[in-house]
């Protein structure tokens, strides 16, 4: 239920906003993988091996797309294919010791981006930030 003073189109026009300067002000810089790319990369790591029609699912992009992202990574060196036990025709993908690392190096880019934004915030307003974080992935997960 809404409070009395909140409307839920200007929290939905307001949040729109918010994401779309957000993601501009982290947004990658020079070489860094982008976010689908990145995004990609990370469940590969975390949910893999995967088949690429999975890994789509996953992600929710179609599937001419992800064969562009999986083209674009295993060109750098990021996943490998592999052999699918359970269906000879098919192939898994698999991160490579490079693709962890580009993880682990765009996530600490990225998060320090996000620090260096927050750091001027006060303790009070960081709480209430961190009080809106399971809504916002809720959202985000798409589970709401």
Do not use: C, W, Y
Request: avoid cysteine; proline fraction near 6%; charged fraction near 25%.
């Amino acid at each position: 239920m809404l409070m009395p003073d909140v409307n839920r189109d200007d929290v939905a026009e307001r949040l729109t906003l918010v994401i779309s300067r957000l993601s501009r002000r982290i947004r990658p810089v020079g070489d860094e993988l982008s976010h689908g790319v990145l995004s990609a990369l990370s469940s590969v790591k975390t949910a893999g091996p995967l088949r690429p029609s999975d890994l789509a699912r996953l992600e929710n992009v179609a599937a001419p797309t992800m064969t562009r992202i999986v083209a674009d990574l295993e060109n750098r060196g990021l996943i490998e294919r592999t052999a699918d036990p359970l269906d000879g025709r098919s192939f898994l993908l698999r991160a490579t010791p490079a693709g962890v690392g580009a993880v682990a190096q765009a996530r600490s880019s990225r998060t320090a981006r996000v620090l260096t934004m927050l750091a001027e915030q006060s303790d009070a307003d960081l709480a209430s930030l961190a009080r809106a974080l399971p809504v916002l992935e809720t959202v985000a997960a798409g589970r709401l």
